[in-house]
């Protein structure tokens, strides 16, 4: 799974969300900037995710340059499970599912950028083909883990205010346009 098609599957994640509802009136203006929050985290994530795989992108498949992308996945990685267990529980009657869920993503993603480094560790001579095929399976799963949280997002639709939510944040928007 290509570094664009990760991020299209960020982008679907949000747009699923966005379609999901959880909270009530009196915290819509609480739930959108917990919303806010969250599509920032995953706009910069995005961003970073993009810009750590261009020279693998563009064909550049030496050593360095997949070491130099893991590098920069990884530390976009740490950045959005940094920006996500800042947030607080969305107030919301379903807030402990949904912070379940990113928190699981999380999890994911870093386990799986531990199988890009393992991979990356064992190049040697030829072995760079290896290594690639290692860190292609690492994205895809990487993107299964997306979708797998946005099947659980989806399953949240219960309350309007959370769809509301991300419907009027910007930064939301940003990811589902």
């Not at 203006?29 to 917990?34: Q, S």
């Not at 340059?65 to 996500?84: H, I, M």
Request: hydrophobic residues 40%; glycine residues 6%; charged residues 20%.
């Amino acid at each position: 799974m290509s570094v664009s098609r990760l991020s299209a599957v960020a982008a679907v994640l949000v747009v699923v969300v966005a379609a999901a509802g959880c909270g009530s009136q009196s915290t819509a203006d609480k739930t959108k900037a917990w919303a806010d929050d969250m599509c920032n985290a995953l706009v910069d994530w995005q961003s970073n995710v993009q810009a750590a795989g261009q020279k693998v992108s563009q064909g550049d498949l030496s050593k360095a340059s997949l070491q130099d992308a893991a590098d920069g996945v990884s530390d976009a990685n740490r950045q959005l499970r940094d920006d996500l267990d800042s947030l607080d529980k969305p107030p919301t009657p379903t807030a402990d599912e949904a912070k379940s869920a990113l928190n699981k993503l999380s999890q994911e993603l870093s386990t799986n950028v531990d199988k890009i480094r393992e991979a990356l560790g064992n190049i040697s001579g030829n072995g760079v083909s290896a290594a690639v095929a290692a860190v292609g399976a690492a994205v895809q799963a990487m993107g299964q883990s997306f979708q797998d949280t946005s099947a659980k997002l989806q399953a949240l639709e219960k309350d309007d205010a959370w769809s509301n939510a991300f419907k009027s944040s910007d930064s939301c928007q940003k990811l589902s346009g």
